[in-house]
C-alpha cells in the first residue's frame, strides 16, 4: 500500500505540472497549428527522465522508494512518453535495434489506430 501511495502522490504532482505547464505553452502557441504543448511536455519529460537515470545509474542516487515517486509517479503523471522514450533507448543501448523500431512503430501506429477507431465507432 505504501507504494501505491508514493505513486500516487508523485502522480498527483506529475499531472498538476503537465497542467500547468502545458497550459503556459499553449496560451503562448493558441495560433500554432503544431501541437507545441504536447511536444514540450513529451520532449521535457525525456530530459528530465534522462538526466534522472543517468545520475541514479552512475552514481546509485535514488533509492527504490525515490524511484517510484519520480519515475512511476511524477514522470508517469507528467508524461507515460518518458517512459516509452527510456525504454526504446535500453533497447537501443543493449544493440536490440529490431525491438526497439518494432516498439516505436507499433505503439504510435496501433495507439493513433485504436484512437481513431474508437473515436470513430461511438461516433
Known amino acids: 500500500m505504501r507504494n501505491v501511495l508514493l505513486v500516487g502522490a508523485g502522480g498527483f504532482i506529475g499531472a498538476s505540472l503537465r497542467y500547468l505547464l502545458g497550459g503556459l505553452v499553449l496560451h503562448h502557441t493558441v495560433s500554432w497549428k503544431f501541437p507545441a504543448s504536447t511536444f514540450v511536455v513529451n520532449v521535457g519529460g525525456c530530459l528530465v527522465a534522462g538526466v534522472l537515470m543517468a545520475l541514479a545509474v552512475?552514481?546509485?542516487?535514488?533509492?527504490?522508494?525515490?524511484?517510484?515517486?519520480l519515475f512511476t509517479g511524477l514522470l508517469g503523471g507528467f508524461t507515460t512518453f518518458s517512459a516509452f522514450g527510456l525504454e526504446t533507448v535500453y533497447l537501443?543501448?543493449?544493440?536490440?535495434f529490431l525491438w526497439a523500431g518494432l516498439s516505436v512503430v507499433s505503439t504510435v501506429c496501433a495507439g493513433i489506430a485504436v484512437l481513431w477507431f474508437s473515436m470513430t465507432l461511438i461516433r
Not at 92 to 96: D, F, L, S, T
Open 58 to 69: 552512475k552514481h546509485d542516487l535514488l533509492s527504490p522508494p525515490v524511484r517510484l515517486i
Open 92 to 96: 537501443i543501448q543493449r544493440q536490440e
